[in-house]
């Protein structure tokens, strides 16, 4: 079985700062894992995916996140925040086929300015 | 293109009484998924559907919970009767097949948020 944990129920960084998420998953086989961003009264958008080729995977809007499978994490980190970052973002791991996501509880992200 | 579409975006309605929700996936995507999330939680999948074949409905309380994808296409997830606890947003995804057997990306529509009083 897969499960996935989010070490952070809120993280708080004032704009042009650095973000970091924190996710630290389990699974019984080489996982495929998700960010996914949900925007108030908006659908869930996929950030990036980890599918088992390069560890360092870059998504959309300067998102990028690092497969550690010795930590069984896989952080997201932004070197810069902008005030539409603000969102709430899951980390998500399936089964070997891709069809069975997993959430995480989710961390909400608080923009400063 | 168009996204996945739901509807009605927000419901409140009394316990005991039915509810449905609507959904039309994004064109050509044959599998269709149904998620419940709860306040603080993230979504939890309740059925998955490869045209109109429900292919794991394991995660449905079926008592009280059906669905139903008539010609492959749009869903509709209903409860009857309901109860306080299903108060949570239901969203709807849709996918195309992905490379090597895999499923492609999910995509999601903005959900319904029920209020059951």
């Known amino acids: 079985a897969q499960s996935v944990t989010q070490l952070d129920s809120h993280v708080s960084v004032s704009e042009g700062t650095p973000v970091l998420l924190r996710c630290n998953y389990s699974?019984?086989?080489?996982?495929?894992l998700f960010w996914y961003v949900q925007h108030p009264n908006k659908g869930l958008q996929l950030l990036l995916k980890?599918?088992?080729?390069?560890?360092l995977v870059k998504g959309i809007n300067g998102f990028e996140a690092e497969f550690k499978k010795s930590e069984t994490s896989f952080h997201l980190t932004k070197p810069s925040a902008h005030m539409s970052d603000a969102a709430e973002y899951f980390c998500?791991?399936?089964?070997?086929?891709?069809?069975?996501?997993?959430f995480g509880a989710g961390t909400i992200l608080r923009v400063k300015s | 293109e168009a996204g996945v579409v739901q509807s009605p975006r927000y419901k409140i309605i009394e316990k005991k009484q039915p509810v449905a929700f609507w959904c039309n996936p994004i064109?050509?995507?044959?599998?269709l998924y149904w998620y419940r999330q709860n306040l603080g939680q993230g979504p939890e999948l309740l059925i998955r559907?490869?045209?109109?074949?429900?292919?794991?409905d394991s995660q449905l309380p079926k008592d009280r919970f059906s669905a139903e994808r008539l010609k492959g296409v749009d869903s509709t997830l209903k409860i009857q009767p309901a109860e306080l606890g299903d108060s949570a947003v239901y969203l709807c995804?849709?996918?195309?097949?992905?490379?090597?057997?895999?499923?492609?990306?999910?995509?999601f529509g903005p959900g319904t948020r029920l209020t059951v009083l």
């Open positions: 995804a849709s996918s195309s097949p992905g490379p090597s057997g895999r499923y492609g990306e999910q995509f």
């Open positions: 699974s019984s086989y080489s996982p495929s």
């Open positions: 980890y599918t088992s080729a390069a560890t």
């Open positions: 998500v791991v399936s089964d070997r086929y891709g069809n069975k996501l997993v």
């Open positions: 064109s050509g995507h044959n599998t």
């Open positions: 559907y490869e045209n109109e074949e429900a292919v794991d």
